[in-house]
């Protein structure tokens, strides 16, 4: 239906649809549910561009055993290190349970 190698070059039937049919928008929002991205209007046409994922911040969980504070970026490294389950100290991240081999939760950075 939609050709996304041709969406921002003129008078290809791609570019019609979304440019100069009557149902310009529709096709428009259409193709953004496919291909993901938006459209940017330059003068009267309009130019798609597809969206770069913004870069995830790493949280750093703070957990707490025997007054002793361990700053956590890499949850699968801590657990190794501490001889931890990862899913019992996720279930402590979400409140399912108090503590584990008497690691308790304080907060996210």
């Not at 130019?47 to 025997?66: A, D, G, Q, S, T």
């Not at 890499?74 to 349970?97: D, P, Q």
Request: glycine share 4%; aromatic share 12%; net charge positive.
């Amino acid at each position: 239906m939609f050709n996304p190698e041709q969406v921002n070059k003129k008078n290809t039937r791609t570019w019609v649809k979304m440019n100069e049919d009557s149902r310009s928008k529709s096709n428009r929002d259409q193709f953004c549910k496919i291909y993901g991205g938006e459209f940017k209007q330059i003068g009267r046409n309009f130019n798609w561009e597809e969206l770069k994922p913004e870069k995830e911040e790493k949280r750093i969980m703070v957990f707490e055993r025997e007054g002793e504070i361990f700053e956590v970026d890499n949850v699968m490294e801590f657990c190794r290190e501490h001889n931890l389950t990862k899913s019992a100290l996720y279930e402590v991240v979400t409140g399912k349970r108090k503590h584990h081999k008497k690691f308790k939760f304080v907060t996210k950075k």
